[in-house]
């Protein structure tokens, strides 16, 4: 009888752990990522969505920000921390942007900030959107990712 409650008290340690393990992911790295980008110009935006796919193990990704790179400048465009998803080897996370008024010459590329060990996570270049006002910034708003099913 002695043994009866080490044991059960061990078999409780050992399945609240096992799941804590299953629950809980290293934060992606960015190696291990692969993002393809699809363009639809709505009005005077762009409505961007990004498929973010995991080659690597098992890994957290969430964002935090996203900046616009374009020429010797980078501006922070926006900051908000998004929903952390778990993303299985070989799956995939998709989230949509938009980005709004363009107004500097020559190509630009939007860089999802991450929070993991990379920091950043530079999408593909695509074409920008049209400058519509000289007298306002550029606008990026990022949704949260979410897994896409299989």
Request: glycine fraction near 6%; include cysteine; charge should be positive.
């Given at each position: 009888m002695r043994w009866l409650v080490p044991a059960a008290v061990a078999l409780a340690l050992g399945a609240a752990s096992a799941s804590a393990s299953r629950s809980t992911a290293l934060a992606c790295l960015?190696?291990?990522?692969?993002a393809t980008v699809g363009l639809k110009h709505v009005g005077k935006a762009l409505a961007v969505t990004v498929d973010v796919r995991n080659i690597g193990n098992r890994c957290?990704?969430?964002?935090?920000g996203a900046a616009v790179h374009g020429g010797l400048t980078r501006e922070l465009v926006w900051r908000k921390r998004g929903t952390a998803v778990v993303i299985p080897r070989g799956r995939t996370v998709r989230l949509h942007l938009t980005w709004r008024n363009w107004c500097k010459a020559g190509p630009a590329?939007?860089?999802l900030l991450l929070r993991?060990?990379?920091k950043q996570f530079g999408l593909p270049f695509f074409p920008p959107?049209?400058?519509?006002?000289?007298?306002?910034?550029?606008?990026?708003?990022?949704?949260?990712?979410?897994?896409?099913p299989r």
């Open positions: 960015t190696g291990e990522l692969r957290r990704f969430q964002t935090v590329q939007v860089i993991s060990r990379d959107p049209a400058c519509t006002t000289r007298a306002e910034k550029t606008r990026v708003a990022v949704g949260s990712p979410a897994l896409v």
